[in-house]
Each structure stands twice: as structure tokens, then as C-alpha cells.
Nanobody, 126 residues
């Protein structure tokens, strides 16, 4: 079975940092672009980042690019979040892309991904 499992979420104060991890089982992440999304109750998922399998080129949403970075190793992808703000409170999901690359115009589209983790909660207190 194919699984993605996120970890690293939690409760943190404003200004703190977290590193979220996403580990794959049942398939090799190395062949796919990897994305991160987040979702707050009552809203759709917001695309945050994508990292390509080719050369680790990546895209990060403009709204968070000064605070969020993404990286990857062979079977794990990471989302580093710095200077956390209450507006970052959400469930964060990782997702494996339908292909190996990321595109500037679509990296934040759910339709570009076909395998999803169960999510990890990030809560930022003010």
C-alpha cells in the first residue's frame, strides 16, 4: 500500500519554528514532485510549496515565501516554517505529484497531486 505520513506539527507560540516531515511507504518518493498544502476548517486546501525531483528546484507561495522552505531527501520531504503566525494555524498535508516536476502556474493546484497524507495539525498561539 502507498502511504504518506506527516509529522512534526504541534502547538507553538507566535514567532516560533517547526519542521514538518513527510515520509513515504510503499513507493519511492524520489520519482515524484512533492507538495505541501494547508487547510483551515471551512476552507479549501491552500497550496504552499512544491519541490521537483530533478534538481530540487522548488516553488513556494508568495504569501509565505519569506518564512517557508521545502527540501527533500531520498524518501522524505520537509517543510520548514519560521516566524510562525496565528494565521499559519491549519492542518498541513504533503502530497506526491502526478509527475516529477513542479510548474510555477500549477504547483499549488490539488489536481497536480494524487497521493496525500493524513495531515498534521499546526496551531500557533498568540
Amino acid at each position: 500500500q502507498v502511504h504518506l505520513v506527516e509529522s512534526g506539527g504541534g502547538l507553538v507560540q507566535t514567532g516560533g519554528s517547526l519542521r514538518l516531515s513527510c515520509v513515504a511507504s510503499g513507493f519511492n518518493l524520489d520519482y515524484f514532485a512533492m507538495g505541501w498544502f494547508r487547510q483551515v476548517p471551512g476552507k479549501g486546501r491552500e497550496g504552499v510549496s512544491c519541490i521537483s525531483r530533478y534538481d530540487d528546484s522548488n516553488y513556494v507561495a508568495n504569501s509565505v515565501k519569506d518564512r517557508f522552505t521545502t527540501s527533500r531527501t531520498k524518501n522524505t520531504t520537509y517543510l520548514q516554517i519560521n516566524s510562525l503566525q496565528p494565521g499559519d494555524t491549519a492542518v498541513y498535508y504533503c502530497a506526491a505529484g502526478i509527475g516529477p516536476g513542479c510548474a510555477a502556474h500549477s504547483f499549488n493546484h490539488e489536481s497536480e497531486y494524487d497521493t496525500w497524507g493524513q495531515g498534521t495539525q499546526v496551531t500557533v498561539s498568540s
